[in-house]
């Protein structure tokens, strides 16, 4: 099986039911058929409005979040299950916005992957460390104690997840990981996933932090670098669509 990268966008929280109208219609006139995979994942409100305009197309949409529970008293949150209501593909889990503002912790991330690949639905796990991390030498053992908590909860499971590796100084600051850099933690992570999983080979590691057109064909390029999660540049239709066209 050839390995398809995969373009995810992150909107984060941004959007309307009419930007969204007219973002979703330019990225869906784009791509034609696209070579790699492409997503988005969209504020839950909007999942709705996201399945009604990409059903049928060769886009894919996901959440950005998911519950670690399965139902019950937990005022906010949105199960996997009710996700799966609306034909999400795709759920981003413990994305460092989450672990910083939210408290996530490993095991709390490990917990939501599990019910989001319980419900077929494909979690999509951030991983990264922040500049303090990185000064300090400490970036493999980072997101290898962040992978690891996934790996443990889920055994071999973890062939169906998607890792994002994305390193905190670089999300939305312009500064963007050399090729070289992610290429390392990348092969550091598919490593870690090889002990796991004798599917590690076909698990897409992607990655984030400031990709956009201009340098996303030269990471793209890395042979462990299996797509992006795409924030600032998935909310302009022109940018998007330029990264989806440098994957391969
Ligand atoms: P960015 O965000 O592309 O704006 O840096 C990526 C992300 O946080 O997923």
């Known amino acids: 099986m050839v390995k398809k990268q995969l373009i995810a966008g992150n909107w ?12 979703l219609d330019a990225v869906r006139a784009g791509p034609g058929s696209p070579r790699c995979a492409v997503a988005v994942c969209v504020p839950a409100p909007y999942l709705a409005q996201a399945s009604e305009m990409l059903s049928g197309s060769a886009i894919s949409w996901g959440a950005q979040d998911v519950s670690a529970h399965d139902a019950g008293a937990y005022t906010g949150e949105v ?3 009710m996700l799966k209501d609306f034909g999400v593909r795709y759920a981003i889990v413990g994305h460092s916005e989450r672990r910083r503002d939210h408290g996530e912790t490993d095991d709390l991330v490990a917990a939501k992957a599990k019910c989001a690949l319980e419900l077929g639905i494909t ?15 400490q970036t493999q053992a980072v997101v290898m104690r962040q992978l690891a908590a996934v790996i443990a909860a889920n055994g071999p499971r973890v062939g169906d ?3 994002a590796y994305e390193p905190v100084w ?3 600051t312009g500064k963007t990981a050399t090729p070289g850099q992610a290429q390392q933690v990348h092969a550091v992570l598919r490593a870690q996933l090889s002990v796991a999983s004798d599917r590690a080979a076909q698990i897409a590691i992607v990655y984030g932090g400031s990709m956009n057109a201009g340098n996303a064909a030269e990471l793209l390029a890395q042979p462990d670098i299996d797509g992006g999660l795409i924030g600032g540049a998935s909310l302009s239709a022109p940018d998007f669509l330029k990264i989806i066209a440098a994957a391969l």
């Open 170 to 172: 670089a999300i939305g």
């Open 123 to 137: 979690p999509i796990v951030c991983v990264g460390e922040t500049l303090a991390e990185r000064d300090a030498g």
């Open 12 to 23: 984060k929280m941004n959007g309307s039911l009419a930007a969204n109208q007219a973002l």
């Open 161 to 163: 997840i998607v890792v």
């Open 79 to 81: 199960s996997a299950a």
